[in-house]
């Protein structure tokens, strides 16, 4: 059972000329300017990269800059400024030369570390991205290539590693000649491998691993390749020696999979991707036998990249696989820009950034970092910066700055605070009073001077615990000096400051003043009851914690309602949002009572009443609730009425098509027969007049009838309507001619009418005598206005086979 939410006391509706007179204040004020480009007044041209420096050989870090002049430009190193010294010289162009570089030489502090070019003018100070300068280095090899012996016609493969800065380039030696890299037999990759295919005699011999860099040069072990006689040429399974390696690079680098498969007949190496996707070909190319180059990779390259081995000729494969990571440094989508605002008004940054992993973006203030606090606000992972309240302080150079692990990047814009001349000063003693519960009563005194050309007042509303962003506002007329701030939440903190307006700029924020409302009791809390059992109940209702903060909860009750005292109270804390009671009455209607309470007193009760009787059968009878089901059903509910609809409607046109046509195939005419069947009783005008009236026909028609009719004799008409006499029971009913009987219960001898008219239905190949109730007959042929005929005339044209056979009746007299 779902749990409503509590409503709000009911409070006062605020006026709405104080939220209708602010936008009108605002559009007084200068329109503020935007679109000055990325900070056009300072701006760097140039930046400084990474860069790996040779020890004792000097090394030029690069900034320009561009910019409203002077421009004064520092550098520093690691955070902090850097000092112009003879072993580092600032040059005319702003760049940074250090002429002899120092890697720790006994006790000199190192040159390495995190440089920043610092540029500053009268506009305020940007700070470039960080540069990261390292010493060259060279280790000695941690693997050196291993002695090895292969098969003729096989595969053989050396490895060495070593770690150096810039990264070293591998070569290899075989005897100490440098290896002809034109021999399409020999594969050499960038991560120090040699692979050797196709092994021939002439193949064995002493290799060696070169690496070199700007550092140094380091030549590893030796390591001899011994050939031996071909292989037996027996079948080997497919195999892989060595399989793709986890790499993680950054973009436009360069990633070598390796895969060294062996096997007789030799396997067919082939690369697919995990995912699925297809691996391209641009800058796709297949080295050696089966190693996978991708050059100049971006992020889209990242993935599990599969290497198989397949027996040509047959399904038998062996694989293995490697995790390519792509790393790409952080770069700007939206850049912030340089805006120009009114001093009170509000000014907003936006930065947005992509890389991988996701950059981090900070923001800086003439190249100080900028936390969010007081009229600072940073939102949407400090993409926004917004700055509310703004004055002459906070005219500056702002900066973004993304980072992540690949690299960083920065981007400036500049605010300006358009301060006009003239300006009211802020207005003076504030004050706040409470009201009531949820209203505060604010009063201040009009400025000390340049009072004439005001406009209105601005007051700003916020909880005291509540960040600047949740302000409002609500605006004033000049003439006023006090406000009634409404629609608070009691027992509450509120901070309040105020602002007069001219159509030239507001004036600076009065001094912050605080106001708590009055508390108040609770108001009555939602409940909802769920019947969990034949003598349980589960209550359900919101949680307020804030009651925790009053010193309140929540108080329960419950009783039977046939009883005059509840069980209670049960004490529950404000954060708890159920309650179970159990072991009940299973045959009684109970009532329950939950309330809220704090500092103040005990807020209204909620009340329901719940019955228990028949829990236990409903339970038993009613399965569960399949939902899905229920949902299925509720969702062709609608089809399912409408196709009845048309059924029903349907159903009803062919039951009248066919009362119409079958009402043509059987007609009971009741009439005057005497004279046909029987010796006449009477005089023919003593016979009972009403039977013309009934039949619906004249005298002429009823003679022409009787000599088309087919006669039958008494014993027949007996037998289709034996006498009540014959069943050897009395009839209870009176023999009163006047008397009427229900229809479905008439009888050939009961009928008060001279003769009873009959159809006979006949076919050509068989004799069958149909014959209708008489009063069904009767009451389903009225006569015509024009009193012809009827029903009978029709019968006969409609089915001329048709004999009418006719018995005499006769009335008691």
């Known amino acids: 059972m779902a749990v409503q939410r509590a409503a709000s006391p009911r409070r006062p509706p605020a006026p709405l000329w104080p939220r209708l007179l602010l936008p009108l204040l605002l559009l007084l004020l200068p329109a503020p300017s935007e679109g000055l480009g990325h900070s056009a007044e300072l701006a760097f041209a140039v930046e400084p990269s990474d860069d790996v420096a040779v020890p004792g050989q000097p090394i030029v870090l690069d900034c320009r800059v561009e910019g409203t002049p002077p421009v004064r430009i520092t550098w520093r190193k690691n955070g902090v400024e850097l000092p112009e010294s003879t072993h580092s010289t600032l040059l005319a162009n702003g760049s940074l030369m250090i002429r002899h570089f120092r890697l720790e030489p006994g006790g000199s502090p190192s040159d390495e570390g995190d440089y920043e070019c610092v540029a500053q003018n009268r506009f305020g100070l940007v700070v470039s991205r960080k540069a990261r300068i390292q010493a060259a280095t060279m280790s000695d090899f941690h693997v050196h290539p291993q002695a090895t012996v292969g098969e003729e016609g096989g595969v053989a493969r050396f490895q060495c590693q070593i770690h150096g800065l810039p990264k070293p380039l591998i070569t290899w030696e075989k005897n100490r000649v440098p290896i002809d890299t034109d021999n399409e037999r020999y594969t050499l990759l960038p991560k120090g491998v040699l692979q050797i295919t196709g092994l021939r005699a002439e193949d064995g011999g002493i290799f060696h691993c070169v690496a070199s860099n700007i550092a140094s040069i380091r030549i590893s072990h030796g390591a001899r390749l011994t050939v031996s006689g071909s292989g037996s040429g027996a079948y080997k399974e497919p195999a892989i020696l060595v399989g793709p390696e986890n790499l993680t690079l950054t973009v436009h680098q360069t990633a070598v999979l390796e895969c060294v498969a062996t096997g007789n007949p030799r396997p067919i190496v082939s690369w697919s991707r995990l995912d699925g996707r297809p691996i391209g070909v641009e800058g796709i190319q297949v080295l050696g036998t089966g190693n996978l180059i991708i050059s100049d990779v971006t992020v889209q390259h990242s993935g599990v990249y599969v290497c198989a081995a397949n027996r040509p000729g047959t399904r038998v494969r062996r694989t293995a696989q490697g995790r390519l990571v792509v790393q790409a440094p952080a770069e700007f989508v939206q850049h912030p820009q340089s805006i120009s605002r009114p001093a009170g008004t509000t000014a907003m940054f936006t930065c947005q ?34 700055i509310s309240g703004i004055g002459p302080e906070d005219e500056a150079i702002y900066q973004c700055v993304a980072e992540n692990s690949a690299g960083s990047s920065q981007a400036s814009a500049r605010l300006t605070v358009l301060w006009a001349e003239g300006l009211p000063g802020p207005p003076r003693n504030v004050r706040a009073v409470s009201v009531s519960s949820t209203e505060v009563r604010v009063s201040w005194s009009e400025p000390l001077a340049n009072t004439k050309e005001i406009i209105g007042y601005v007051l700003h509303i916020r909880k005291a615990a509540d960040p600047p962003e949740l302000e409002y506002q609500e605006a004033v007329s000049k003439s006023t000096f006090q406000h009634l701030v409404s629609d608070l939440e009691p027992s509450t903190a509120y901070s309040f400051y105020i602002k007069a307006y001219t159509p030239r700029g507001a004036s600076s924020a009065s001094v912050p003043t605080l106001a708590s409302t009055l508390g108040e009791a609770p108001a009555p809390p939602p409940l909802s009851v769920r019947v969990l059992g034949s003598s349980s109940l589960q209550l359900l209702w919101e949680p307020w914690p804030r009651l925790a903060q009053h010193e309140g909860g929540f108080k329960l009750f419950y009783r039977p309602a046939s009883k005059t005292s509840f069980t209670g109270p049960i004490l529950l804390p404000g954060t708890v949002s159920s309650y179970n009671l159990s072991q009940l009455d299973p045959t009684a209607v109970y009532e329950v009572k939950l309330l809220a309470y704090n500092q103040h007193g005990d807020g209204n009760a909620t009340v329901r009443f719940v019955s228990l009787r028949g829990a236990s059968e409903r339970t038993a009878l009613s399965p569960p609730c399949d939902c899905r089901k229920e949902e299925a059903a509720n969702q062709t509910s609608t089809t399912g009425i409408v196709i009845g609809i048309h059924i029903g409607v349907t159903c009803i046109i062919f039951c009248v098509l066919f009362l119409l046509f079958g009402q043509r195939g059987r007609v009971l005419l009741c009439k005057d027969v005497e004279n046909q069947l029987s010796p006449p009783q009477g005089p023919r005008s003593q016979r009972d007049p009403g039977i013309l009236a009934l039949n619906g026909a004249r005298r002429g028609q009823r003679g022409q009838l009787g000599r088309d009719e087919k006669r039958v004799d008494m014993k027949e008409l007996e037998q289709l309507f034996p006498p009540a006499s014959a069943a050897g029971q009395p009839d209870p009913r009176p023999t009163d001619p006047a008397a009427p009987a229900p229809c479905e219960e008439t009888q050939l001898s009961l ?49 001329p086979a048709a004999a009418r056979v006719t018995q005499p009746a006769h009335s008691e007299q």
């Open 353 to 386: 950034a992509q890389g991988e992993p996701p950059p981090h973006v900070t923001w800086l203030k003439n190249g100080q970092v900028l936390g969010p606090g007081g009229h600072v606000r940073l939102k949407n992972n400090n993409s926004t910066l917004t």
């Open 751 to 799: 009928l008060p009418l001279q003769g009873c008219g009959l159809m006979e239905g006949k076919t050509t190949e068989a004799k069958t005598t149909e014959a209708t109730a008489p009063c069904a007959g009767l009451a389903a042929a009225p006569p015509p206005p024009d009193g012809g005929p009827g029903l009978l005339s029709e019968g006969q044209a409609s089915r």
